[in-house]
Every structure is written in structure tokens, then in C-alpha cells.
């Protein structure tokens, strides 16, 4: 079983910067395909960047490239999201996802463990 903790989110001002965590218990991070998902209120659940197990290769979502980098941390066991030059529209609950398989997407189905998510809130 995967356990995973998010936390740094917050209430911060348009173009401010943030820093989300997740730290993972059960299984290494670097055993698992990790990846970021945001919902806003009335919204579905959005691919926000995924880490591959094996190379670590990374993907985003068009919206947020170039502002948010995705990375881990193998000795924390701990994956993080970095995320500059915020926008009001980048406001929702941040979730961390994990997947057993290893197989990676921007849909939420392929991942097996979710955090409690963590919410950031970016003022105009």
C-alpha cells in the first residue's frame, strides 16, 4: 500500500511562486510513476506533470510549461512540484498521484493512489 502526503500550498499573489510536496511511504518514489493532478471548484480533475519510474522523464500540461518543473527527491522519497509565475487560474486543489504499473498519462485512471490534495489559492 501507497501513501501519499501533500503539502505547501496556500494563498499567494499573481506571479508569486510556490513549492507543493508529496511524500510517499510503501514503495520508493522512484519505483512508481508520479504525476500532479489540479481540480477547481465545478471542474473536472487536470493533468498538471507526470515523472516516469525508470528515466524520469517528465511531461505537462500546455498551461502550465515552462512555469511548473516536476522533480524528485529519491532520498525524501518525496516528489515536488514547482510551480513559478502563478496565476489566478492555476487555483485548485493540488493532487498527488501515483502508479504501481508504471505506465504514464495524462488521464487520472492509470494511477492507483491519490494524497488528500493541497490547496493553492492565487489572488489577482
Known amino acids: 500500500q501507497v501513501q501519499l502526503v501533500e503539502s505547501g500550498g496556500g494563498l499567494v499573489q499573481s506571479g508569486d511562486s510556490l513549492r507543493l510536496s508529496c511524500a510517499a511511504s510503501?514503495?520508493?518514489?522512484?519505483?512508481?510513476?508520479m504525476v500532479w493532478f489540479r481540480q477547481a471548484p465545478g471542474n473536472e480533475r487536470e493533468f498538471v506533470a507526470l515523472i516516469s519510474r525508470s528515466t524520469g522523464d517528465t511531461a505537462y500540461a500546455d498551461s502550465v510549461k515552462g512555469r511548473f518543473t516536476i522533480s524528485r527527491d529519491n532520498a525524501k522519497n518525496t516528489v515536488y512540484l514547482q510551480m513559478n509565475a502563478l496565476k489566478p487560474e492555476d487555483t485548485a486543489v493540488y493532487y498527488c498521484?501515483?502508479?504501481?504499473?508504471?505506465?504514464?498519462?495524462?488521464?487520472?485512471?492509470?494511477?492507483?493512489?491519490w494524497g488528500q490534495g493541497t490547496q493553492v489559492t492565487v489572488s489577482s
Open positions: 510503501g514503495r520508493t518514489v522512484s519505483s512508481l510513476a
Open positions: 498521484g501515483a502508479g504501481s504499473t508504471g505506465w504514464v498519462s495524462n488521464q487520472p485512471d492509470v494511477y492507483d493512489y
